[in-house]
């Protein structure tokens, strides 16, 4: 039982990372003899999702992409691996800090083939644009949640106290 209280209660680093966008944009009268040029973005964030630090952490793309930048500034390394691939090491990732990788190339894009921690291997998450409404409605969301569920509680509770007292217990045997 200790051990798994203190699987809960230690902090622990949780390295996630998402693809933020991709799009391509097509320039007019940008490329060569003034055609058309195809420009590839991409965004990747990892995010460590957990309260202790994640260290060593590794990016690893099919191929060196043409312009990366990594959003915000910290320290970085690029390695090219021997089977050609080609990886970002970031020495440490606070706990709920994240940083972005933004690619932008004139040919094909490289796929993320890895991301990994030193102690992990960083899980992917769908990431999705969502509305974001006032915090009074918010609050009132938050407000009506809690009182939905202390009403099936006290539901339940009454139910089950219904139940209890419909069979009462037979009187005990006299001697």
């Given at each position: 039982m200790t051990i798994v209280l203190t699987q809960f209660a230690l902090a622990?680093?949780?390295?996630?990372w998402a693809n933020r966008h991709q799009h391509s944009f097509l320039l007019p009268?940008?490329?060569p003899n003034g055609t058309q040029l195809l420009i590839n973005t991409l965004?990747?964030?990892?995010?460590?999702?957990g309260r202790a630090a994640v260290e060593e952490i590794e990016i690893v793309f099919n191929w060196e992409p043409q312009h990366f930048e990594i959003w915000n500034p910290r320290e970085y390394s690029e390695a090219?691996?021997?089977?050609g691939r080609f990886s970002l090491k970031v020495p440490t990732l606070a706990g709920k800090e994240f940083f972005s990788v933004a690619l932008l190339s004139t040919g094909p894009l490289p796929e993320i083939i890895?991301?990994?921690s030193k102690n992990s291997i960083a899980k992917p998450f769908m990431m999705l644009p969502t509305?974001?409404?006032?915090?009074?409605?918010?609050v009132i969301g938050l407000a009506?949640?809690?009182l939905g569920m202390a009403t099936v509680i006290y539901g339940l509770l009454a139910l089950v106290s219904l139940l209890g007292a419909g069979s009462p217990l037979p009187p005990p045997p006299k001697p």
């Open positions: 622990k680093g949780r390295l996630r009268n940008a490329g965004e990747i964030w990892v995010i460590n999702t090219h691996l021997p089977n890895n991301v990994r509305r974001q409404f006032p915090m009074w409605f918010n009506l949640l809690i």
